[in-house]
Nanobody, 116 residues
């Protein structure tokens, strides 16, 4: 079992930056990949960025060049550095982890609001 707790969300102006953190606990050695997803009101949850244990990353087109995902395995933490934020980035951001059995785990989410 894996537990995920996000932090770092908040309110920023367009063009600003935020750094999200997600701390994993429990069966952390079962994790094969971690990532970030987001969900705006009335919309489906969508991929933001993912990172495998081997360091392969994947980004959604709208955030490429602006967001960076990173891992600190020693601290069991994944980060999302968000720069040049836009109002359309406003959403609840969820941390995700996948294990050896392809089970998916989710954090409770952290709100990111970008004002114009």
């Amino acid at each position: 079992q894996v537990q995920l707790v996000e932090s770092g969300g908040g309110l920023v102006q367009a063009g600003g930056s935020l750094r999200l953190s997600c701390a994993a606990s429990g069966s952390i050695f079962s994790i094969t990949a971690m990532g970030w997803y987001r969900q705006a009101p009335g919309e489906q949850r969508e991929l933001v960025a993912t990172s495998t244990n081997s360091g392969v990353t994947n980004y959604a087109d709208p955030v490429k060049g602006r967001f960076t995902i990173s891992r600190n395995d020693a601290k069991n933490t994944v980060y999302l550095q968000m720069n040049s934020l836009k109002p359309e980035d406003t959403a609840v951001y969820y941390c995700n982890a996948r294990d050896w059995n392809w089970q998916w785990y989710w954090g409770q989410g952290t709100q990111v609001t970008v004002s114009s």
